[in-house]
């Protein structure tokens, strides 16, 4: 959307081959660059909107955007912080909600509600439904176990069995001991 209202859009990631797609997809239309500090404070200087995105499944998301850089922002600025459900991306970020979304850190507007897609409830539950479908059924058809012993991918989504954590980003970031899911399903 904002491509085809005209905004001029950088984009930034760690993956190189996700930069290339984006490249590929968007041409000269969307700038691209390795997300390091010198690149994420040079672009956040810049920008009017910075929305920020982060993903470490079952750990806690990295400060991308510190504290420090915020006063450096143009004021009136806005930052969304898309992983503040993970602790935030954005330093100055808080857990906000729907009824009182926005609050403002230096002059910059920051928003950061938690459980972004509860805004759009219908088109949110119909996409999770689509994405975790086949993996109730296979844990209604086959039982829990057997379903998960099947399928590594629904083996990632058990984090804690029998009181022992089973996921390593998990008891890392909660400083608890780590037990391989295998060992336990043994």
């Known amino acids: 959307m904002a491509v085809g209202m005209g905004a001029d ?29 010198l690149n994420i404070e040079q672009a956040v200087y810049d920008a009017d909107l910075v929305i920020g995105g ?16 915020i006063p450096n922002m143009k004021k009136g600025a806005v930052v969304v912080d ?8 954005i330093e100055t970020t808080h857990a906000t909600t729907h009824a009182d979304p926005t609050f403002f850190v230096d ?11 509860g805004a759009v409830p219908n088109t949110s539950t119909h996409a999770l439904n689509n994405a975790t479908l086949r993996y109730g059924l296979a844990i209604a058809d086959k039982g829990w176990k057997q379903a998960v012993m099947d399928d590594a991918s629904l083996a990632k989504g058990v984090n804690v069995l029998d009181g022992k954590v089973t996921y390593k980003p998990v008891a890392e970031a909660h400083g608890l001991d780590f037990v391989a899911l295998d060992s336990l399903l043994a």
């Open 9 to 37: 859009i950088t984009v930034m990631d760690i993956n190189m081959d996700r930069i290339r797609y984006i490249d590929d997809l968007w041409g000269n239309r969307v700038r691209t660059l390795y997300s390091n500090r």
């Open 54 to 69: 982060v993903l470490l499944p079952g750990a806690r998301a990295p400060w991308l955007v510190t504290a420090d850089m």
């Open 82 to 89: 898309v992983s503040v459900d993970q602790g935030g991306c």
């Open 107 to 117: 002059g910059v507007l920051h928003y950061g509600v938690a459980n972004m897609p």
